[in-house]
């Protein structure tokens, strides 16, 4: 069968490799794809981009196209699986109104207190004088988010009064993130450590994938401005059994069915960021619908399943029968990005050293990359994902950066300290 996957980033790299890897797929086709997944047998990348719906629509009916899976938030918040689903068409993904989780944040703390699920305490403004004496009205730390979608920019960390009049300025008056910030959301500042929890979703049975840990933050030790992700590691010691047991029960279940009471039925990977405080309890910081960037790489190097049938039991609601099976060994991905992201960065640089990392353990998956001419150029502000399987999170640490440090660019940049926390756990 043949099988459509929608991005261009290293998440899709990864679906995409995954998929190829089942021996039902014939054909992974990728829209639009990046210089890596070109490189993959089995996988073809194809012009039209994330947010082109109709045109991806036409080419899953011409292309007789098994199923389609969505890789990044835009599409999905725009109604792609809505418009496959209008002419037949199997799309894994939440549809437009459950995908507000992710499209506005207003709308998920809304849903959060309506369905008791544990989170910050909040509040929600569209004016800025109003937000600033709010700020000027309660001391502390607090966070600020814009309400749309940032791609993974639009959150400041304010720890003091005057960086969150900054955030605010920024949002409302310097519209630096458009439409999406609009409106803005105030959130109580909770303290403990994060960890990403994934489920594959079928509507009802909600699938929980390996456990993983983000660093959001752009240097080390989690300091500097928010990123989409500077790496990731599987599994995460901070989930325990215990712990995982309470997040399925609390938070997970919860959502699913308050979705459905809602009028909104969940199918797709489901990602919640969750904040776990010293009491030991999960909060959540946020819901995205899709996968997560670049937690997908390193959970994905672990799974020993089949994922185009865990996708296709999602589709038909099959999931609670379906097995998952999961390598023993950890995972943990180092991005590689130009120097200057979030903010402003140059592309158009030559990268080399990728033919000195044959590491059996190692897959470097592409992010922002194109090629021309035969050689490999940088083409976005996260560039490679480099992931390792190893014994221990120290062990996939080690290979890890022995890989990325054969790689190079100029200007090119990567955190030092990815799985930090794991080891210091």
Sequence with gaps: MNVLVVGGGGREHALAWKLAASPRVETVFVAP????????????????????????????????????????EAPLVNGVVDAFDEVGLR??????????????????????????IPTAAYSVFDDADEAIAWVKQHPGPCVIKADGLAAGKGVTVATTEQVAINAIHQCLRERAFGNAGDRIVIEEYLVGEEASFICLVDGEFALPLATSQDHKARDEKDQGPNTGGMGAYSPAPVITQQLHQRIMRE???PTIEGLAQDGHIYTGFLYTGLMIGH?????????NCRFGDPETQPILMRLKSDLADLCEAALTRRLEHCPVEWDERAALGVVMACGGYPGEYQTGNVINGLDDCPEKNVKIFHAG??????????????VLCVTALGASIESA??????????????DAYYRNDIGYRALKN
């Design 279 to 287: 009491d030991k309890v999960p909060r959540v910081l946020e819901y």
């Design 33 to 72: 794809g990046n210089a890596g997944t070109a490189q993959e047998p089995g996988v073809v990348n194809i012009d039209i981009g994330i947010n082109e719906i109709d045109q991806l629509v036409a080419f899953a009916k011409d292309n007789t196209v098994a199923f389609t899976v969505i890789g990044p």
């Design 251 to 253: 938070i997970v279940r």
């Design 91 to 116: 799309c894994l993904g939440p549809n437009r109104g459950a995908a507000q989780l992710e499209g506005s944040k207003a709308f998920t703390k809304s849903f959060l207190k309506r369905h008791r």
């Design 397 to 410: 640490q080690n290979q890890a950066y022995s890989s990325a440090r054969k790689i190079h660019w100029t």
């Design 369 to 382: 990359t194109n090629e021309r001419d035969g050689r490999l150029y940088t083409a976005g502000g996260r």
